[in-house]
């Protein structure tokens, strides 16, 4: 147990279907954070919020957005995805952006929404 | 551009023996280094990392890490291997950004 879930664990969905991924983290961490996780490449970043507001978008196309109302969730809207964004979307949290404060560098993860797109 | 390397797909390796992850990297400037360890259906959890000091890193569940500056590498090891270490290892680099890089994992399979 991490203090951040991911909801739902499994999803699947056509190309033309509307549905969201939800994260919540219990542990009062500041910054948020997106990672599609795919077989054999690395993980890649795709949104990243501090006090929610939106720090980074990693070149996303717009068929995903992000959405934060508070510290403590974060959202990923789904909508006309295609196959190849079928993957495992992990997301994170940690105290401040980056975990940076002297040391920092630890992002807490929740346990991934294994996403299918048909 | 920063960036980190995990050369081997897999390990494959006998309960009670040594095993060793590799990772290699480059960065401008002072690089800080991670672990991360994915078990099968979870997330990724910290093992540990290293941003100075003693180049030997000691981390959760046994593992430890050597930083070697001048092979640029930062291989996870541990002297004697449990079943349950099974996992996916990621190595990960702290950019100029302060962003978090990650490499393509190194599955570990440790054999009974």
């Known amino acids: 147990e991490t203090g951040v879930t991911q909801t739902p664990r499994h999803l699947v969905m056509g190309m033309t279907n509307k549905k969201s991924l939800k994260c919540e983290q219990h542990l009062g961490h500041n910054a948020m954070y997106w990672y599609k996780q795919s077989a054999k490449k690395p993980l890649e970043l795709m949104f990243v919020y501090s006090l929610e507001e939106r720090v980074e978008n990693n070149s996303v196309p717009s068929r995903f957005s992000p959405e934060c109302p508070n510290s403590s969730h974060l959202f990923l809207h789904l909508h006309t995805l295609q196959p190849e964004d079928s993957a495992l979307y992990l997301c994170?949290?940690?105290?401040?952006?980056?975990?940076?404060?002297?040391?920092?560098?630890?992002?807490?993860f929740g346990e991934g929404s294994r996403l299918t797109v048909l | 551009a920063q960036s980190v390397a995990q050369p081997e797909d897999q390990v494959n390796v006998a309960e009670g023996n040594p095993l060793t992850v590799k990772c290699t990297y480059s960065v401008s400037g002072n690089p800080y280094l991670f672990w991360y360890v994915q078990y099968p259906n979870r997330g990724l959890q910290f093992l540990l990392k290293?941003?100075?000091?003693?180049?030997l890193v000691k981390g959760s569940y046994g593992f430890e890490a050597e930083f070697n500056k001048s092979q640029t590498s930062f291989h996870l090891k541990k002297p004697s291997a449990l079943v349950s270490d099974s996992a996916l290892y990621f190595c990960?680099?702290?950019?100029?950004?302060?962003?978090?890089?990650f490499g393509t994992g190194t599955r570990l399979q440790v054999f009974p």
């Open positions: 994170a949290s940690s105290r401040f952006l980056w975990g940076v404060e002297g040391v920092g560098g630890e992002l807490f």
């Open positions: 290293y941003i100075t000091g003693d180049n």
């Open positions: 990960a680099v702290r950019d100029s950004a302060d962003k978090l890089i």
